[in-house]
C-alpha cells in the first residue's frame, strides 16, 4: 500500500517539470547577465527586463528557493550555480535551457503517442527524422546547434582526462559540428592534425570556432554526409553522441562507412552515454533511462548497453577493445578488425 511519504515523493516528481520552467524563464530574461558584476535591486530588473514587477517578485522569489540567487531587502545576487545561466560563462547552460525550456519540454508531451506507435514526433508528424523536422525552423536548430555545443563544453575536461588521444596523428570527428571537441583535443596535443567532417550547413560556426581559438592551420572542416562516405583522410575517428541518434540498422550503415575510412589497425571511439545493464533508482541511471526516452520520442535511436556496443562494433568490422568512464559519458574504444 501507498503510504504518505511515497505519495509526498511522487508530487515532487510529477511537479519538477515546474523547475524546468522558471530557469527557462530566467534564461530568457537575461536574469544571470543582469547579476553578473553585482547585486541589483528589484526596480533595475525590471526596468531591464520590461517584466511586471509583481510578477518579476515572485519569479525572482523561485528562483532564490532552487539556488539561482540570492534575495536580501529587495536586493538580487547571482549564486555560482545561477552563473551557469550566464551565456559568457565558460560553462554555460544557457542555450541548452532555452533548447530543454521552449522544444523539449514540448516534445515530451507527445510521449504516450510515441510509447503506443513506437514512432518519432517527427515520423508522427510524417518526416522522416528530426533532423528534417528540425531543418524546417531555423530558430530550433540555432538553438539545438548553441545547446549541442555548450553540451560538449561541459563534458570536454572529463573526456581529456579519460583517454590519451596522443597516440594519434590525424583525428577526425565524424558529425562534429562546430569543432568544439577536435578543437580541445588538438589544442591540448600540438602534434595532432584535425579533421572535423559534417554536413555544408556547420561549416561557417566550424571554421569561426578554429579561427577563434588558432587552430586554422592543424584543424580543417570537410562537409560530407555520413550515410553516404567518410574520407580515408585520418588513423583514428572519434563520434560524440552520434550513434545513440540512429536505430540499429542506420548506426550500421555509419559505422561501415567508418571502417571503410580507416587504415588496417585504426581506432573508432563513440563517446556516449552506457545504459546499465540492471538500471537502478539513481540519479545516474534514471538520466540514462529519461535520455533513452527522449531518443525514442526524438531521433529515433537509442540509449545502449556495453554490450549492445559491442554487437555493433563486431557487425561492422570493427573488435570492441575498451571503454573508458568519462564523467556522466564513456569513451567506447574499437579498433579495425
Known amino acids: 500500500m501507498s503510504s504518505i511519504h511515497a505519495s509526498a515523493r511522487l508530487l515532487h516528481l510529477i511537479q519538477s517539470q515546474r523547475v524546468t520552467a522558471v ?17 541589483r535591486p528589484l526596480g533595475e530588473l525590471v526596468e531591464a527586463t520590461g517584466a511586471n514587477k509583481q510578477a518579476l517578485r515572485r519569479l ?45 519540454t514540448e516534445s515530451w508531451t507527445g510521449l504516450l503517442d510515441s510509447i503506443m506507435t513506437g514512432k518519432t514526433a517527427a515520423q508522427l508528424l510524417g518526416h522522416e527524422n528530426s533532423f528534417d523536422l528540425m531543418a524546417c525552423d531555423p530558430e530550433m536548430v540555432s538553438i539545438f546547434n548553441a545547446a549541442m555545443m555548450e553540451g560538449t563544453r561541459l ?52 571554421t569561426g570556432h578554429l579561427r577563434r581559438i588558432g587552430l586554422r592551420d592543424r584543424v580543417e572542416f570537410v562537409a560530407g554526409d555520413f550515410f553516404q562516405t567518410i574520407p580515408s583522410i585520418a588513423d583514428a575517428i572519434v563520434m560524440k553522441h552520434i550513434i545513440h541518434d540512429w536505430s540499429d540498422e542506420r548506426s550500421m550503415v555509419i559505422l561501415a562507412n567508418c571502417r571503410r575510412a580507416l587504415p588496417g589497425g585504426g581506432v573508432l571511439l563513440l563517446i556516449e552515454r552506457i ?6 533508482v539513481s540519479d545516474a541511471h534514471r538520466e540514462q533511462t529519461l535520455t533513452d526516452l527522449l531518443m525514442l520520442r526524438g531521433p529515433g535511436g537509442l540509449e545502449r548497453t ?30 579495425v578488425t
Open 275 to 280: 545504459m546499465p545493464e540492471f538500471p537502478s
Open 23 to 39: 530557469i527557462y524563464v530566467a534564461a530568457k530574461l537575461g536574469i544571470a547577465e543582469l547579476l553578473r558584476d553585482r547585486s
Open 155 to 206: 563534458a570536454i575536461p572529463d573526456i581529456l582526462g579519460a583517454y590519451d588521444f596522443g597516440a594519434f596523428a590525424h583525428l577526425m570527428d565524424v558529425g562534429g559540428g562546430s569543432g568544439e571537441l577536435v578543437g580541445a583535443i588538438a589544442g591540448q596535443h600540438p602534434h595532432i592534425r584535425g579533421t572535423i567532417f559534417d554536413l555544408p550547413r556547420c561549416a561557417e560556426s566550424a
Open 306 to 335: 556495453e554490450k549492445q556496443y559491442a554487437w555493433l562494433f563486431r557487425e561492422s568490422g570493427f573488435t570492441h577493445t575498451a571503454t573508458y568512464p568519462a564523467g556522466r559519458l564513456s569513451l567506447i574504444e574499437a579498433k
Open 60 to 104: 525572482l522569489t523561485a528562483l532564490s528557493t532552487i539556488g539561482i540567487c540570492t534575495v536580501a531587502e529587495e536586493q538580487y545576487a547571482l549564486t555560482e550555480l545561477g552563473a551557469c545561466l550566464d551565456g559568457a560563462a565558460t560553462q554555460s547552460l544557457k542555450n541548452w535551457t532555452i533548447f530543454e525550456g521552449q522544444f523539449l
